[in-house]
C-alpha cells in the first residue's frame, strides 16, 4: 500500500495502483470496457471523462510522483500541453511563453492562437526580469519549459512561479525533458506540470501519451475543457503506461549517469564544438539547475566542429539509433532541424540559437564504453571522408 512518506522508486511502483481482489494478481488488472452501467452506481464511467478504472488509477501515480493533489492522462503530451493552455486562455488574453520551448508548442502558438484571438510574447531569455518585462494587463499565464529542448537550457522555476504569483497568473511548466525523478515544479510554486508520457514515464518507445499535474481546482478547470476536446488516452496503453513508470526511478537514473558521463567525453574531445547539458561545470545554468533539480537527466545536445559533417556522422552511427522520439532506454540521435524543430521557420530556430549542425543525444542505458566506441567509429569515418575529399 502506497504511503506519501514512501521514497521514489516505492511511489513508482505501488502509487495508484489497482489491487487484484478477485484472483490476487501481482499487477494492476486492466479494464478494457468502453461501456459501464449507467443506473444505480455512484461514478458514471466514460473513456472521454477520463474516469474508468485504469486512467483514475494512473492519474493518481502521475499526481504522487509530481506532488500534485489530481492528473489527467492524456492520448500524446500536445494534447496535454493545448488543453491545458486553452483551459486558461480566452479570447482578448495574453500568455508569456519562454523563448526556448518544443518546436511543436511553439508551431501551436504560432500557427493556432491568432485564430482564437489569444495574444502571445516569447522572452528574449530565460532570467525572471525577461519574463516579468512581458507581462501586460491582459496576461493570464506563464509557460515554461526546463531544461529546454533541445539546447538544455535553465529557467529559474522557483522565480518564474513567484512572479506569476505577484501578477495572480497561472504558471504552466513543460517537464518533460526533467521527468519527476529529477525534478519537481510544484515543490518551487509552479501551479500546472505537463508532460510527454511518451518520454521518460513511458520509456521504452511504445506508448504515446501526455499527462497534467495540479491542484483539483485547475485540474476541474482543464477537465472541462478535456472532455469536450476528446484527447483520452486507451485503457490498454494507459495500462501499459503504469507499467512502465514501475521501473521510471531506476531508468532515468541510469541515464542521468550515463549521460553525465558522455558529455564530459564529448565535451574534451577535438572534434565537438559544443556540448549543451546543465550538469556540466561549463554551462552558463549549472549552479542554478543544481538547485531546482534532482540529476541532469539523460538528455545532451552537440555541435561537431567546422568541416564535419553531423548528418553524415549521424549516419555512420551503427549501435545509437537515428530516431526522432527520445528517452527510451535506448539511446537515440537526431537534428532538432529536422524533427522536433522542422515546423519553426530558419529565422525562428536562428532567435532560439538552434543551428543547423546540433545533435539531441537522448542517452540510454547502454554501457558507457560501447556508447563512446560507437562515437569513435562514426567520428572516424567522418574525417576519413573530410581527408578524401581534401586529397581530390
Known sequence: MYHKSHGLNTVCTHAGELEDSQYKGAVSPLYMSTSYAFEDVEVKRYPRYFNTPNQVALAKKMAALEHGE????????????????????????????????????????VEEFEKFGIEYSFTTGSSPEEFEAEIKDNTKVIYIETPSNPLLT????????????RHNLVSMIDNTFASPVN????????????????????????????????????????????KNFGGSLSDYTVWMLERSIKTMGLRVKAQNKNAQKLAKYLENHPDVARVYYPGLESHPDHELAKAQMKGFGGMLSFEL????????????????????????????????????????????????????????????????????????????????????????
Open 183 to 226: 525534478q519537481n515544479p510544484i515543490d518551487f510554486g509552479i501551479d500546472v506540470v505537463i508532460h510527454s508520457a511518451t518520454k521518460y514515464m513511458g520509456g521504452h518507445s511504445d506508448i504515446l501519451a501526455g499527462t497534467v499535474i495540479s491542484s483539483e481546482k485547475h485540474i476541474d478547470t482543464i477537465f472541462q475543457l478535456a
Open 70 to 109: 489530481e492528473a489527467l492522462i492524456f492520448g500524446s503530451g500536445m494534447a496535454a500541453v493545448s488543453t491545458s493552455l486553452m483551459a486558461f486562455l480566452h479570447k482578448g488574453d495574453h500568455v508569456v511563453f519562454q523563448n526556448t520551448l518544443y518546436g511543436g508548442t511553439s508551431n501551436l502558438v
Open 305 to 392: 566542429r567546422d568541416g564535419l559533417d553531423s548528418s553524415f556522422f549521424s549516419k555512420s552511427l551503427k549501435l545509437i539509433k537515428s530516431s526522432m522520439s527520445l528517452a527510451g532506454v535506448e539511446s537515440t540521435i537526431v537534428a532538432p532541424t529536422l524533427t522536433s524543430h522542422a515546423l519553426l521557420t530558419p529565422e525562428e530556430r536562428e532567435k532560439q540559437g538552434i543551428k543547423n549542425g546540433l545533435l539531441r543525444f537522448s542517452v540510454g542505458i547502454e554501457d558507457k564504453k560501447d556508447l563512446i566506441a560507437d562515437i569513435e567509429q562514426a567520428l572516424k569515418v567522418v574525417r576519413t571522408e573530410v581527408k578524401e575529399l581534401q586529397d581530390n
Open 154 to 165: 535553465i529557467t529559474d522555476v522557483k522565480a518564474v512561479a513567484e512572479i506569476a504569483k
